[in-house]
């Protein structure tokens, strides 16, 4: 079982920046892939980014491409995601999950979340 709490939330403006954290507990967490999602009112839960627990590759949706980094700190059980330039679009709630880079990426079924963040960017 893995334990996800996200954190960095928050009002931003466009144009803005915020990095998100997801501290994890529970089995180890070096033995896990890391994603996040997000999901808009009214729209589904979308793919936003990924890491590979075993050489650290990145993964991101085109919409963010450029914009967004991903990263992970096994030795603290924390994976952030960096984001710059934002802007109204990526206003939504940002959800931590984790489990293989397949489910994460191509299934987006992974079978453990966090109970996300909010972010909103103001135009």
């Known amino acids: 079982q893995v334990q996800l709490v996200e954190s960095g939330g928050g009002l931003v403006q466009d144009g803005g920046s915020l990095r998100l954290s997801c501290d994890s507990s529970?089995?180890?967490?070096?033995?896990?892939?890391m994603g996040w999602f997000r999901q808009a009112p009214g729209k589904e839960r979308e793919f936003v980014a990924a890491?590979?627990?075993?050489?650290?590759?990145?993964y991101y949706a085109d919409s963010v491409k450029g914009r967004f980094t991903i990263s992970r700190d096994n030795a603290r059980s924390t994976v952030y995601l960096q984001m710059n330039s934002l802007k109204p679009e990526d206003t939504a709630v940002y959800y931590c999950?984790?489990?293989?880079?397949?489910?994460?990426?191509?299934?987006?079924?992974?079978?453990?979340w966090g109970q996300g963040t909010q972010v909103t960017v103001s135009s």
């Open positions: 999950a984790a489990d293989t880079l397949h489910r994460i990426m191509v299934l987006t079924t992974p079978r453990y």
């Open positions: 529970g089995r180890a967490f070096i033995s896990y892939a």
């Open positions: 890491i590979s627990w075993s050489d650290g590759s990145a």
